[in-house]
Nanobody, 122 residues
């Protein structure tokens, strides 16, 4: 069993900041990458930021320079620092982890958190 626990969402005014965190637990053999996706009402889920086990990061163009992703491999936790938030950032943010489980064979699978709501008011 694997569990992803997200925290840090909430309501903030435009220009404000929030920090999301996601902790993975369970019979994890290896984490390849951790990241954040978001889905706004009526829109498709999109990648926000992702970090690999080698600390390579990539960001959506819309958040570059404002959001920073970081990870703690030992704690199996990923963070998303969101600054200069805009109303357009309002969405449910989902944690995503690509990992292999103990006894799960050589293939990695994507696991998803339940999501945390971020609302940015104008």
């Amino acid at each position: 069993q694997v569990q992803l626990v997200e925290s840090g969402g909430g309501l903030v005014q435009a220009g404000g900041s929030l920090r999301l965190s996601c902790a993975a637990s369970g019979s994890i053999s290896r984490i390849n990458a951790m990241g954040w996706y978001r889905q706004a009402p009526g829109k498709q889920r999109e990648l926000v930021a992702r970090i690999t086990s080698g600390s390579t990061t990539n960001y959506a163009d819309s958040v570059k320079g404002r959001f920073t992703i970081s990870g703690d491999n030992a704690e199996k936790t990923v963070y998303l620092q969101m600054n200069s938030l805009k109303p357009g950032d309002t969405a449910v943010y989902y944690c995503n982890v690509n990992m292999r489980l103990v006894g799960g064979g050589p293939y990695a699978t994507d696991y998803w958190g339940k999501g945390t709501l971020v609302t940015v008011s104008s």
